[in-house]
C-alpha cells in the first residue's frame, strides 16, 4: 500500500531555460484525495503538470513523486502514473479499440478485452470502436485520450484541463470516474477550468500565480474560477 505522497512539491519553481513561468508552488498530495491546479490561461498549470511527470526539468525547489525525485526515464515511475495532457496522442495506424487495448495489455491488465469494451460503451466510443483515431471528432478525440488513461494501471492520474471538449453529460461521468479514482486509494492531479468538476472532485486546490501561488480550500478555488477573465 502506498504510504509516501503522491506528490510533494516544496517551493517548487517550473520554467523554460531557468526561467520560471510563475510563483513557486508547495503543495501535498495524499493517496485517496484529489488537488486541483486553477488559475488564468498562461499562469503556468499546464507547466508545473510536467514537471509532475518527468517531461520538464524544475527550475528551482523539491519535488517528489510517489516518494522518489521524478524519472520520467524509470519503468517503475511510468508504470505507476498515468496521464491525459493538452494534447492528441495516439497510435495513428491503429483503431480506437486497438489503441485502447494495447494500452491496457502492455501495462499488463488481466483481461484487456473486457475492460477496453466498458471503456468504449462509457465513453461513448462503442459506435468507433473500428475507425482511425484521425476520424474522430475533436470531442472523440478527447473522450478517446481519456478513456486510455483509465485503461491502464497507475496510483497517480494526472490530467490537463480535461473537462475540454466534452458535454455536460460526459463532464458529470468523469467527475464520477475521478470520484472513484480517489475513493479506491488512487491520487489525482488535475489542471481544470470548471468549478463544477473541482467541486465535486477536489480535497483543495493551488491557486498558480505570477506572484504568489497559494493553496486555496475548495469553495475559494471555485470562487477563483469563476472570477477569471472569460476565455
Keep these: 500500500m502506498l504510504t509516501d505522497p503522491a506528490v510533494r512539491a516544496d517551493s517548487l519553481l517550473v520554467g523554460y531555460g531557468g526561467e520560471p513561468v510563475c510563483a513557486s508552488v508547495t503543495f501535498t498530495l495524499e493517496p485517496g484525495r484529489a ?31 510517489l516518494g522518489s525525485e521524478v524519472d520520467e526515464r ?13 494534447d492528441d496522442a495516439w497510435f495513428p495506424a491503429l483503431t480506437v479499440a486497438e489503441h485502447l487495448v494495447l494500452t491496457a495489455s ?10 477496453v469494451d466498458g471503456l468504449l460503451a462509457d465513453f461513448g466510443l462503442a459506435g468507433h470502436r473500428d475507425v482511425l483515431p484521425a476520424t474522430l471528432s475533436s470531442g472523440q478525440r478527447r473522450r478517446l485520450l ?13 490530467l490537463d484541463e480535461p473537462e ?10 468523469l467527475a464520477a470516474r475521478l470520484q472513484a ?6 491520487a489525482v492531479l ?6 463544477e468538476l ?3 472532485v477536489a480535497d483543495a486546490a493551488v491557486l498558480v500565480g505570477d506572484d504568489r501561488s497559494v493553496v486555496l480550500d475548495v469553495p475559494d478555488a471555485v470562487h477563483a474560477i469563476r472570477a477569471e477573465p472569460t476565455r
Excluded at 479514482?181 to 488512487?186: D, K, L, N, S
Design 35 to 65: 488537488m486541483a491546479l486553477v488559475g488564468p490561461n498562461g499562469s503556468g498549470k499546464s507547466t508545473v503538470l510536467r514537471a509532475v511527470l518527468g517531461l520538464l526539468e524544475p527550475a528551482g525547489g523539491a519535488l517528489e513523486v
Design 164 to 173: 475540454q471538449r466534452l458535454d455536460q453529460r460526459m463532464r458529470a461521468a
Design 181 to 186: 479514482e480517489t475513493a479506491a486509494g488512487g
Design 198 to 200: 473541482l467541486a465535486a
Design 146 to 158: 481519456l478513456a486510455a488513461g483509465f485503461a491502464r494501471p497507475r496510483r497517480l492520474l494526472v
Design 106 to 115: 502492455g501495462h499488463g491488465v488481466p483481461e484487456p478485452l473486457a475492460v
Design 74 to 86: 524509470d519503468g517503475a515511475f511510468r508504470a505507476q502514473v498515468a496521464s491525459v495532457l493538452d
Design 190 to 195: 488535475l489542471a481544470t477550468h470548471d468549478p
